[in-house]
């Protein structure tokens, strides 16, 4: 079973920027869906941004063009740049994986979630 690591969080500043990883072990990220999600206290889980088997990629409402997704094979990792961030983005990150087949936008569709990092952006 594959497992996820995320790095990354951090305290930054309205504005700022932030640079997430999710290393994958245990699998390789090629036989997977991922994604990330993020949770404040309180609250389901908001899906934040998804790539798929075959490359394809969503984003959430509240992050498009601000955020961007991305797969480096070879590291077997995934990332999620952060760009353009707002107060309203702090909440604990989550990587997740999925069925290669599926698009991860909902939690009933993950079956491996990372631990999780904290991002706070204060304004």
């Known amino acids: 079973q594959v497992q996820l690591i995320e790095s990354g969080g951090g305290l930054v500043q309205a504005g700022g920027s932030l640079r997430l990883s999710c290393v994958a072990s245990?699998?390789?990220?090629?036989?997977?869906?991922m994604a990330w999600f993020r949770q404040t206290p309180g609250k389901e889980h908001e899906f934040v941004a998804t790539?798929?088997?075959?490359?394809?990629?969503y984003y959430g409402a509240s992050v498009k063009g601000r955020f961007t997704i991305s797969e480096d094979n070879a590291k077997n990792t995934v990332y999620l740049q952060l760009n353009s961030l707002k107060p309203e983005d702090t909440a604990v990150y989550y990587c997740?994986?999925?069925?290669?087949?599926?698009?991860?936008?909902?939690?009933?569709?993950?079956?491996?979630w990372g631990q999780g990092t904290q991002v706070t952006v204060s304004s």
């Open positions: 997740a994986a999925g069925d290669q087949y599926r698009v991860l936008t909902t939690v009933e569709n993950v079956h491996t």
């Open positions: 245990g699998g390789t990220l090629s036989s997977y869906a």
């Open positions: 790539v798929t088997w075959s490359g394809n990629i």
